[in-house]
């Protein structure tokens, strides 16, 4: 077997929850796994050495915002994204639709052309088809691609999501021909059908048509309940093919993360962590906690006893108190490092727990305590 | 000899430059040294543990600031400032007269009382006397604390500089009783008197008569000229006794640095390589560099070959570019680390050549480089 070859090992599943390893040319990826934002090719305030202490074995870089800046052009010349940010591990790219609903001016959807969008730092206007969108993910050289979707609002318009999935079909089609053939790199598809289980089917059994190395939910994490989001996993994921990666993208609290494993998710991604860690809001295995609280203004206890990158457990709570409001940038520094961390150890925990058959006990203690 | 003591040994001096290290319960610190400063309580955007990789081996604390936030009574409560901020080495603290008077909206000086002020912050009104000052930077439990001076601005009348003369005379003497005794930490006084050799000879034989465990040059880097600057220290620092470390408060760049250093001066501290790190210009041994500037888009190079910290060196000046002008944390977190580094680097060589015997074609090389 070619260890540089792109592949899922599935090593253990119960019910609908999974332990597996994506086999990549760049390393493994222990699943269920959690990836942090590398929006600008940085994941915010964290220095990308640090990022590997947390034992982050994947980062996501954001299509959208590498081609406004720096641009492809200058990535290109650098080989790609890891080479420029000093990331070793593998990276996945979304495919820019996502940023260029929710950023830009949209200006239209057209099914043959592509999306036209203007850009959020200047306005100017671009078109994103299926097939630029997997050009400038190659020059990103990311280790696994998205296909380019129409992800619409949270809606219960049948008729919108529909055609949505008309148009992701679509896409998902020319950017599977436009990525090619590779035994190194993956390209997944995306799942859209809103909250209802029949459209969901739609549309994933139309990609498992096309075959992609992995399929991603998409159109969650968009406004609907913590409920409806499971409940649409739960009606989903069971026909998904059991030797692939799943992905739920741009989730979430660690509560939704261990709800989503239980219906049968295996890659995350999520901002939380890290902009969470610039406000002073930090995870713990107590629970959120606001370091901005006066509460903490003498509190001499650290964030995580255990965590010794950085020495983080030297840092009191009356101190970050003290950091955050002041606006000082070393708040940010430790508490979105901690936060990642945290999010690390906890999808350890969650891998640990499928491991030795205790999932279920850890399900329950979570599945309410970061809401 | 106890280890303990602080006291200042002279290891070389030639003309007027000296080699030196001051002796301290927390460590030794090689002079001539650079402080960095640590306004809140933290070196802004930089890990405390990172500090320490950069080789200093002090920094400075500002009383004023520390005063309002994070407030004496919480410092007071971790035993001061090292244990908050986790900096185990030597700190050094100003008395805060400085900022009463660059960032309060100041309200007057009473010679008896002391320095009447509202914080920046939220208008609040505050009394800060000599006793006051030396009491607090005792719960901030600095090693070398100072002496409350007042500090006028840029000025050629006598007469306001002969007053703050008379004033800071007065409070050196109350601070020195408020201190009191003690072989582990260092009082310094500051010799005030503009750019004017015969009130600077006054100001320095009147603390001198008062006995200090080093001596300061304020009221200098206040709007003069770098010349103005140079020969207000050459007329003044040889009558300073040899036997004790001398300091040039808040300065500067590496060229005033290293005719400080010529003109006889041990000691510095400054904003500047931080300051500059949080709007991308850094410092570096081919100059200063704007690293927002667009002729740094494509250059692959870093800003120092050799520097491993945090695989600094492995960062491109286009990464960098791309950093700042996106306004990522992680621009002032590479920059700042690497300007304090490239400070250390600098006071290093300084070292060397007067060891060697090169100071003087290192000056040479310097003295203009970063004006």
Redesign the interface.
């Known amino acids: 077997m070619n260890s540089k070859k792109f592949f899922f090992e599935l090593i253990k599943s119960k019910n609908n929850y999974r332990l597996g390893k994506i086999h990549t040319k760049r390393g493994i990826i222990n699943t269920p796994a959690f990836m942090p934002v590398g929006t600008?090719?940085?994941i915010?305030?964290?220095?990308?050495?640090d990022i590997l202490k947390t034992g982050t074995e994947v980062i996501l870089g954001n299509t959208y915002h590498l081609f406004l800046?720096?641009g492809i052009e200058?990535l290109n010349?650098?080989g790609g994204l890891h080479k420029?940010?000093?990331w070793q591990k593998p990276i996945l790219t979304d495919s820019g639709g996502f940023q260029i609903m929710s950023l830009s001016k949209f200006t239209k959807i057209d099914k043959e052309k592509g999306a036209f969008f203007s850009s959020h730092i200047d306005g100017k206007k671009f078109l994103l088809s299926p097939e630029k969108s997997i050009e400038i993910q190659k020059k990103i050289n990311s280790d696994i691609l998205m296909v380019l979707d129409e992800c619409p609002k949270l809606t219960v318009d049948k008729k919108i999501i529909s055609s949505a999935i008309d148009i992701s079909t679509h896409w998902a089609k020319r950017s599977k021909i436009a990525f090619g053939k590779s035994s190194t790199k993956a390209l997944f598809g995306i799942v859209q059908g809103g909250i209802f289980k029949d459209l969901r089917h739609e549309s994933l059994e139309k990609l498992i048509d096309i075959n992609f190395d992995g399929y991603a939910m998409g159109g969650l994490a968009v406004g609907e309940t913590q409920d409806q989001m499971l409940k649409t996993l739960e009606d989903t994921t069971y026909l998904m093919p059991k030797n692939k990666p799943r992905y739920l993208m741009g989730v979430g609290t660690p509560s939704d993360i261990v709800g989503a494993v239980k219906n049968g998710i295996d890659m995350f991604d999520c901002v939380m962590p890290t902009r969470s860690g610039?406000t002073g809001l930090a995870f713990t295995w107590e629970g959120k906690i606001n370091l901005r609280n006066s509460k903490f203004?003498?509190d001499?206890s650290p964030l995580d006893r255990k965590c010794k990158i950085?020495?983080l457990n030297?840092?009191?709570k009356?101190?970050l108190?003290?950091?955050i409001?002041?606006n000082?940038?070393?708040a940010?520094?430790?508490i979105s490092l901690h936060n990642v961390n945290f999010y690390q150890e906890f999808m350890k925990k969650i891998r640990e727990s499928i491991k030795t058959g205790t999932f279920e006990a850890f399900y329950k203690k979570n599945i309410n305590k970061y809401n």
Do not use: A, C, Q
């Not at 915010?44 to 050495?49: A, E, L, Q, V």
């Open positions: 600008l090719g940085t915010k305030s964290i220095f990308t050495d800046r720096p200058i010349k650098f420029y940010m000093n610039r203004k003498n001499k950085n020495n030297k840092y009191s009356s101190y108190n003290h950091l409001n002041t000082e940038i070393l940010s520094m430790l």
